[in-house]
């Protein structure tokens, strides 16, 4: 029988093969969502995602965070689903250094994020969520560049 409009589904799974990639990434950029708030949008740092499936990578790394302090990460990318070049899941990690947030300790979060990469070169772009008045909801954007295949 042949598809019909209705059918469409524009994401496809990607198959699970093991890879090894290095990248690297000099922080984010992040568009608040409360532009009123004078938070601080430029986060620099210095990270590092490897990349060991075509669906999974694991990332740490430092940045200045939106509250103006020094946040670290840890946690693993996991990006089932693409539309063409683009892959579709999220990262689970822990951060730390948001002061509102258990007093700038440690803390778990689930984030949505869309990966492009192109040769040598990609992009993270990952929607925060917005928690009670502990965590600002932003469009992040991280850069990055692969050093190893």
Same mark, same amino acid.
């Given at each position: 029988?042949?598809?019909?409009?209705?059918?469409?589904?524009?994401?496809?799974?990607?198959?699970?093969?093991?890879?090894?990639?290095?990248?690297?990434?000099?922080?984010?950029?992040?568009?608040?969502?409360? $532009?009123?708030? %004078?938070?601080?949008?430029?986060?620099?740092?210095?990270?590092?995602?490897?990349?060991?499936?075509?669906?999974?990578?694991?990332?740490?790394?430092?940045?200045? %965070?939106?509250?103006?302090?020094?946040?670290?990460?840890?946690?693993?990318?996991?990006?089932?689903?693409?539309?063409?070049?683009? $892959?579709?899941?999220?990262?689970?990690?822990?951060?730390?250094?948001?002061?509102?947030?258990?007093?700038?300790?440690?803390?778990?979060?689930?984030?949505?994020?869309?990966?492009?990469?192109?040769?040598?070169?990609?992009? %993270? =772009?990952?929607? =925060?969520?917005?928690?009670?008045?502990?965590?600002?909801?932003?469009?992040?954007?991280?850069?990055?560049?692969?050093?190893?295949?």
């Amino acid at each position: 029988m042949p598809a019909t409009a209705g059918d469409a589904n524009p994401f496809e799974l990607v198959e699970d093969k093991p890879l090894s990639e290095l990248w690297i990434n000099p922080g984010f950029y992040s568009y608040h969502f409360d $532009r009123e708030r %004078n938070l601080n949008d430029r986060n620099p740092g210095i990270g590092a995602e490897y990349r060991f499936s075509t669906v999974a990578a694991a990332t740490a790394g430092r940045f200045y %965070n939106s509250d103006r302090k020094y946040s670290n990460y840890a946690g693993v990318y996991y990006q089932p689903f693409a539309i063409g070049p683009v $892959r579709f899941g999220a990262v689970v990690g822990g951060f730390n250094g948001y002061p509102k947030m258990r007093d700038g300790g440690w803390f778990l979060a689930a984030i949505p994020v869309m990966s492009f990469e192109y040769q040598r070169v990609g992009a %993270n =772009i990952a929607v =925060i969520p917005r928690y009670k008045d502990r965590l600002y909801g932003a469009l992040s954007v991280q850069l990055k560049f692969k050093l190893t295949d």
